[in-house]
């Protein structure tokens, strides 16, 4: 839940400071897109929405914390994105090229210094989830499923250097020839936890604004994800696909547009709402471990009270 909120705070800074995303992110241009937009007749959009809810189940946790989008967003253009329940209309602050990490990408397909930076990168990787699977704190679950991701990764990047003879006893040769490859194999296990320790890795090795085809991780294409790192996008909550069902009925418009504003949060209830949901997350982590008797600390660390002082500090108010 820190990554939603840290993404939200930032989205409110940067709305804060940008007229043109202020105008996209308004009421009056939310109801010009919901009620011109050709795919709300047809439910098209509402299902478009409901499937993008589904991704952190769909994916085993590695949209966890993030919002997911059919479409790369773009400055001045007003897009839908969901993460889980939690729906936003979102643009992008900046017009500069976003760096996309294409989880399609074939790792055979580079030559030269891109092939020796993404090598580097893998073997960084490989080392990451060796050092998390060693730590004794780490459940053997885990533990199990990490250890055979590296090996099997480890395989092709020594075939990939020309140590042919390094897949010789391996019953999968090419194992992963591209990280949704390896994030597919994790998800098949159905180990969550795996996952998300496995996301929190590569979004320290990897740097990006957006990560692509997130759904090859369970077979299909398409499907983007936005880091919560990074301060380029705008967002504000809203019930969006609710709205949709409502506004697919032309004989009741205009109350159904009321209901619909009526439900767009402004960046401070978005923010208020991501915290919320993290102090939920705090308690429900904390009372699983007094039922479970670990007073270890084994869970996440979340710096509570530097988050509410840049809440604080923050004091974003703006009425769209």
């Avoid at 990490?101 to 990168?121: F, K, V």
């Amino acid at each position: 839940m820190t990554k939603i909120l840290n993404a939200s705070e930032a989205s409110g800074e940067g709305i804060a400071k940008s007229p043109i995303a202020q105008q996209v992110l308004s009421g009056e241009n939310i109801v010009r897109y919901i009620t011109t937009h050709d795919k709300v007749a047809s439910g098209e959009l509402v299902r478009g929405v409901g499937k993008l809810g589904a991704e952190v189940k769909n994916t085993r946790g590695f949209a966890g914390g993030n919002i997911v989008m059919d479409e790369l967003p773009s400055a001045g253009k007003l897009s839908i994105g969901a993460h889980g329940l939690d729906e936003y209309f979102v643009t992008a602050l900046t017009d500069e090229p976003l760096k996309v990490l294409d989880l399609s990408e074939d790792i055979a397909t580079l030559g030269g210094r891109e092939l020796q930076a993404e090598q580097l990168r893998r073997a960084e990787f490989l080392d990451g989830l060796r050092a998390i699977a060693e730590d004794p704190k780490v459940s053997d679950s885990v533990r199990q499923v990490l250890n055979d991701i590296s090996k099997m990764s480890q395989e092709d990047i020594m075939a990939l250097r020309g140590f042919s003879w390094a897949t010789l006893f391996s019953d999968q040769p090419s194992n992963f020839k591209t990280l949704g490859a390896i994030f597919r194999r994790i998800a098949e296990t159905g180990n969550e936890d795996a996952m998300v320790k496995s996301f929190d890795l590569m979004n320290d090795i990897w740097d990006f604004d957006v990560i692509s085809n997130i759904r090859t991780i369970y077979g299909e294409t398409g499907g983007y994800l936005l880091s919560g790192k990074k301060p380029y996008f705008g967002f504000v909550q809203a019930e969006i696909g609710n709205a949709l069902a409502e506004i697919a009925d032309p004989t009741n418009l205009g109350p159904n547009v009321a209901k619909l504003l009526s439900g767009i949060k402004g960046t401070d209830e978005t923010i208020a709402k991501a915290r919320q949901q993290l102090e939920k997350a705090i308690v429900e982590r904390d009372c699983s471990k007094e039922k479970d008797g670990d007073k270890k600390g084994y869970g996440i660390f979340i710096p509570i009270n530097k988050i509410m002082y840049k809440l604080i500090e923050l004091n974003l108010a703006h009425d769209f």
